[in-house]
């Protein structure tokens, strides 16, 4: 059993640690097969994390590729890769 906290793939484990490390928050938010959740603290933006992903490897690229990971990295990038965020929370009205 996988203690709390941590995820129970260990390629995706060692992701979350480093975006965590970035400054993005990791909330463990078990739903059906959704592990948890990756929150920009800049924007709001998140990200879903699979429990049981068929390649853990790919999985875990994704959580460090993610736009709003990239960007906390590069205060320069903010404005122009959170675009993207910003238009889907128009259409939902936020």
Do not use: N, Y
Not at 4 to 31: M, W
Not at 44 to 72: M, Q, Y
């Amino acid at each position: 059993m996988v203690s709390k906290g941590r995820h129970p793939k260990k390629s995706i484990a060692d992701a979350l640690a480093d975006v965590a490390r970035d400054g993005l928050d990791v909330l463990e938010v078990h739903r059906g097969h959704r592990w948890g959740v990756l929150v920009c603290t800049v924007c709001g933006a998140e990200l879903a994390v699979w429990s049981s992903p068929r390649v853990p490897e790919d999985a875990a690229k994704r959580v460090r590729r993610s736009t709003f990971a990239t960007a906390t990295r590069r205060s320069d990038a903010h404005p122009r890769v959170h675009l993207r965020a910003r238009q889907q929370a128009d259409r939902r009205g936020a």
